[in-house]
């Protein structure tokens, strides 16, 4: 818990990572089966089953919304908290680049808060020498705005990112039109 006060460290940033409507028909499908489990029983049993557990999960669903929020003074996305000044570089991602992030390039010690259901992920260095985590993957709707308010850019500006679009336009492999 914090000894500062709301109103001595804005908000720079805050997102919510709300499931997708695709994402809500695994709820609907699982109380369907456990209703359709319980009605060779009891049909009413089984309608009764169903309802609540489709009641349960999308409590479980809205009850367990991460969230990001960036301050003057602190960086918290999900659980996690760091103190902005053990923050190094901070670079966004989209599309293909982000995929890799999240699979071939991911640290396995990285503390890591990623949504499928979202494109988009910001990856945060840690500079503190006593933590042993490199750096924080955070999946977000919006890591322009979240890179933006950490003073990181996206990876298209990046001297790699650069580099990488310079290679694809030279690759022989790429279609011509």
């Known amino acids: 818990m914090s000894n500062t006060s709301p109103a001595a460290s804005s908000v720079l940033y805050s997102e919510k990572l709300w ?3 695709s994402t809500w028909i695994w709820p609907i499908i699982i ?8 009605a060779p029983i009891s049909a009413p049993l089984g309608w009764g089953i169903g309802a609540a557990m489709l009641v349960a999960l999308v409590v479980i ?3 367990r919304v991460p969230s990001i929020e960036v301050t003057d003074s602190t960086v918290t996305v999900g659980r996690a908290s760091i103190e902005r000044q053990f923050v190094g570089e901070v670079v966004g ?3 293909e680049e982000a995929f890799k992030q999240r699979g071939q390039k991911l640290h396995g010690l990285a503390y890591m808060l990623l949504r499928g259901w979202l494109d988009g992920v910001v990856k945060m260095e840690v500079t503190d020498e006593r933590d042993t985590t490199p750096y924080w993957l955070t999946s977000t709707r919006r890591p322009e705005e979240l ?13 790699e990112g650069k580099a990488e679009a310079e290679a694809g336009e030279d690759s022989p492999l790429t279609p011509e039109d």
């Open 19 to 21: 499931p997708s409507a």
């Open 31 to 38: 109380a369907l089966t456990a209703g359709i489990a319980v």
């Open 61 to 63: 669903f809205l009850v």
């Open 93 to 95: 991602y989209r599309g």
């Open 147 to 159: 890179a933006a308010s950490l003073g990181g850019v996206m990876y298209e500006f990046t001297e």
